[in-house]
């Protein structure tokens, strides 16, 4: 079944059932002594038409699933698919081939038996999906009783409505909360399973990083394992080189931007600024790659330096925090716009100078959007990949030199997790275990910036 059709169909008896129930709530009006209904006809016509169209989609959407099953199981039981193996990843491959041909998503198959399965594909198809629209219309047709029935000049509709409106809110809200808990549950899950392999007194104390996909996953070498490179990297490279960039020029963009520019500069300035964080990061990674490493490792030769890499963490660092700087800047410029007038204005009246002003009353009173903006940048910063592989390389290093090679937590993610390595194997479980910690300490942050607005609300209330 085409996903538009039960989206048309629902929304189709839903307008039809909002049309008439409005109908039916104005002849209530009209026949009323007093010509007054408990809620407006439009709280009526709502009413019904949730009551039709959002069971029918919730079917549709649980239909979807379950046709599927319905449809295999019938075509595996047709006389076509008895020559089919019992199991395998070949009878799959067979089966996805004759859903695709009969499907019309495609006319070429790789095995011939595809072709004499797609006839009972295409009945079985037909079957279920008439199903599927004649059970949604039961539905549909139960939703709109149960909503007539209760349509009376007195019925309360409005509070229904906002009721169901308000579960629905409260669904949209719990979804981040939900998710985050999944990405936690799956993060402490097959972290707990690398331990079990895995020491993690080796993983987090442990100066060698070098996981070994074809080793024996029974008996892993825990020096292998250690992340310290990683962590130091990642710090070094985003909440370093990055921040030092970024929060500057970021705080005296945005400080320029609300207390000195004209307007007609701000209007072209600003938005200027913010394309910064529409570009992609392999545009970053392509710049730092050929532009910017470059040109450091010339510097740095002409300096004297000895034998300085062409990757270096010092181009990724300086490329992300460019890349960030719109975080930074535009936080602190909304903030610093949102502070009152009268404050500047007092301040100014008391003879402090507009540097003083700057300094000691706007920015530390917009210092919450602040410390977001650059929580916000960290974040961001810890959690880039395509620079840091394009500019600073895969090697895992502990050095404190920015002219070296260097790696992040995140980089070692991606190439663990997209190897042919087993998800039993040690090696691709320590990427989630480098996750976990990435994780711990996004939430470390996020605290600590609490804390610190926290505290700079009790001070200045």
Known sequence: MSPALPLLLALGLGLAGWLVARARAWTFKRAAPDGRLAALPSYHAWYAALWIAVPMLLFFLLWDYVCTQLIVGHVL????????????????????????????????VMN??????????????????????LIGLVIAGLGAAWAFLRLKPD?????????????????????????????FVTLVFETIRFFGMVSPIDFLFGTQWNPDPMSNASNPDGDRYGAIPLFWGTLFIGAVIAMIVAIPLGMMSAIYLTQYAHPKLRKWVKPALEILAGVPTVVY???????????????????????????????????????????????????IAAVPQAMRDGSLAMGATTNETIRRVIVP?????????????????????????????????LSANPLDSMTTVTVQIVALLTGEGSFDHPATLAAFALGFVLFLVTLALNFIALRVVKRFREAYE
């Open 285 to 335: 990674g392509y710049f730092a790659a050929l532009t910017i490493a470059p040109f450091i490792r010339d510097l740095a030769i002409s300096l004297g330096a000895s034998n300085p890499s062409s990757e270096s963490a010092l181009a990724a660092g300086l490329v992300m925090g460019v890349m960030i700087i719109p975080f930074v800047s535009s936080m602190a410029d909304d903030s």
């Open 365 to 397: 009173a917009a210092l919450p959007g602040i410390v977001g903006g650059v929580m916000l940048a960290i974040s961001r910063a810890i959690g880039e990949t395509m620079i840091v592989v394009m500019a600073a390389s895969t090697a895992a290093n």
């Open 112 to 133: 011939e038996e595809a072709r004499a399965l797609a006839v009972p594909f295409r009945e079985a198809i037909s079957r279920y999906n008439l199903f599927g629209v």
């Open 155 to 183: 019925f309360a509709a409005r509070t229904k409505v906002e009721r169901l409106v308000l579960i629905a809110l409260l669904l949209a809200s719990l979804v981040a909360i939900l998710t985050t808990l999944g990405i």
């Open 77 to 108: 039981a047709s006389p076509e698919a008895q020559s089919l193996p019992e199991f395998g990843l070949r009878r799959d491959i067979i089966l996805n081939e004759a859903f695709a041909l009969a499907s019309g998503d495609t006319d070429r």
